[in-house]
Nanobody, 119 residues
Framework: QVQPEESGGGSVQVGGSLRLFCTAS????????MGWFRQAPGKEREFVAG??????SIGYADSVKGRFTISRDDNTGYLQMNSLKPEDTGVYYC??????????????WGQGTQVTVSS
């Protein structure tokens, strides 16, 4: 399994923007689908966005459509987050593996990166 590392989180005000990054060592990064998930305090981890390994298939949770953009290159995954809302607050995780609906298979999670949106 490929161990991802997330970065780019921070604290912003409502309406602000952040760009998250997902990296993994080695040549294997490009061979995996990628998904972004988030977990707010007291809530279950939820799917945010997914992208296939060739970047020819992309999907978003309804809650972020029109505001978030997922993308990737050969060695880095991205999540551009615009028009942020307080409900976007949480720890954001990147996952590498087969992307199926709102799941990405595998057990390798990074430590996540905290996103806080204040009103």
């Amino acid at each position: 399994q490929v161990q991802p590392e997330e970065s780019g989180g921070g604290s912003v005000q409502v309406g602000g923007s952040l760009r998250l990054f997902c990296t993994a060592s080695g040549r294997a990064f490009s061979n995996y689908d990628m998904g972004w998930f988030r977990q707010a305090p007291g809530k279950e981890r939820e799917f945010v966005a997914g992208i296939s390994w060739k970047a020819d298939s992309i999907g978003y949770a309804d809650s972020v459509k029109g505001r978030f953009t997922i993308s990737r290159d050969d060695n880095t995954g991205y999540l551009q987050m615009n028009s942020l809302k307080p409900e976007d607050t949480g720890v954001y995780y990147c996952k590498l593996g087969p992307w199926l609906g709102e799941r990405v298979l595998g057990d390798a999670w990074g430590q996540g990166t905290q996103v806080t949106v204040s009103s």
